[in-house]
């Protein structure tokens, strides 16, 4: 696969009417590097005008990931993304390691990364409006890190081998989970290591809830797996080690309405006289995370 001619291909992405008019008005705002701190709410500290970085972060909705404070905005995205990052913090060092985060949305992950100074950062995400939400924080911010508008399919291709990929909520919205997890794999440096987190469901069998058209009213979700399916799915795939980290259930403080979404959230997608079910009736979204060892070490 001819990952260059993909690239030019897609960067004609950011011309589609729905994202010129949000490149134009990000390309109004000077880039300025200010300081920054990388804490629970990503905080930068920009001096200038206040009302273009309100209105283009406006924009840019929906900001599903955050949260940010850009000067006086405060970005209040959907998901509390220092929930996940910080249960995660623990198990990781990316030292001068090469890094990607594939689903990295606009990088929140990637930005609170910046902290271990790794060797490279690389997120991989085909998606045009979180390629730009992501250009909006780091015309601050002024990182290194590279974001490819690929997606996992790609992986495999890519011109570098990373130590570390995190793959975080992507594993059920791909219909071939075991090919996802080859293409990790196949991904990996010799001695590298997967960080990767999916929906699971309670159980002690080897088996997958398959939902009819949606779960928990996201429409492509395709496999919900117990931890034991979950492994032998990795097992296949070729990983020889299989290590759960920490599991956790979803709460409204981690997702919820916010006014920089529009549309519905989590208290929405739960049936709203037993929390622990989803509105189709299945197990309301618990996460298992998991370190995946390519070999032996
Ligand atoms: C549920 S979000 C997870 C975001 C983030 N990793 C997290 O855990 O909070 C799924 C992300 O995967 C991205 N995505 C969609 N198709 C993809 C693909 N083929 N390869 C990689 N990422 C993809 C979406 O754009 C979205 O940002």
């Not at 500290?45 to 929906?62: Q, S």
């Not at 100074?117 to 924080?137: E, H, M, N, R």
């Not at 309405?257 to 979204?285: C, H």
């Amino acid at each position: 696969m001819n990952l260059e001619t993909l690239r030019i291909e897609r960067k004609k992405w950011m011309t589609w009417k729905n994202i010129a008019p949000l490149r134009e008005s990000l390309e109004k705002i000077e880039n300025c590097k200010a300081d920054i701190v990388l804490d629970n709410t990503i905080k930068i500290d920009a001096v200038f005008d206040e009302e273009a970085i309100y209105k283009t972060a406006k924009l840019l909705m929906p900001w599903r990931k955050g949260p940010f404070q850009i000067g006086k905005t405060f970005i209040d995205s959907e998901w509390q993304s220092n929930m996940k990052y910080n249960l995660l913090r623990p198990y990781f060092d990316l030292k001068d390691k090469k890094v990607a985060d594939i689903g990295c949305n606009n990088g929140y992950y990637m930005f609170r990364m910046l902290e271990d100074k790794p060797k490279a950062l690389v997120g991989f995400d085909p998606s045009p409006l979180y390629k730009t939400q992501f250009d909006f924080i780091n015309k601050f911010v002024q990182s290194e890190i590279k974001y490819e508008l690929l997606g996992v399919e790609h992986l495999e291709f890519y011109e570098e081998k990373f130590d570390t990929i995190f793959c975080l909520g992507v594993l059920y919205h791909r219909s071939d989970p075991v090919a996802m997890l080859k293409q990790l794999y196949k991904g990996l440096d010799k001695k590298g290591e997967v960080i990767l987190d999916t929906f699971y469901i309670e159980g002690e069998g080897e088996m997958a809830l398959c939902p009819e058209s949606s779960y928990s009213k996201i429409p492509n979700i395709y496999y919900v797996p117990t931890v034991k399916a979950l492994k032998n799915w990795c097992l296949r795939a070729g990983f020889s080690e299989f290590e759960v980290l920490q599991t956790s259930v979803t709460e409204a403080n981690e997702q919820r309405k916010t006014e920089w979404i529009e549309g519905q959230s989590l208290e929405d997608f739960l049936d709203p006289n037993d929390s622990t079910k989803t509105v189709e009736g299945y197990p309301a979204p618990a996460r298992v995370y998991v370190r995946l060892t390519k070999d032996k070490k």
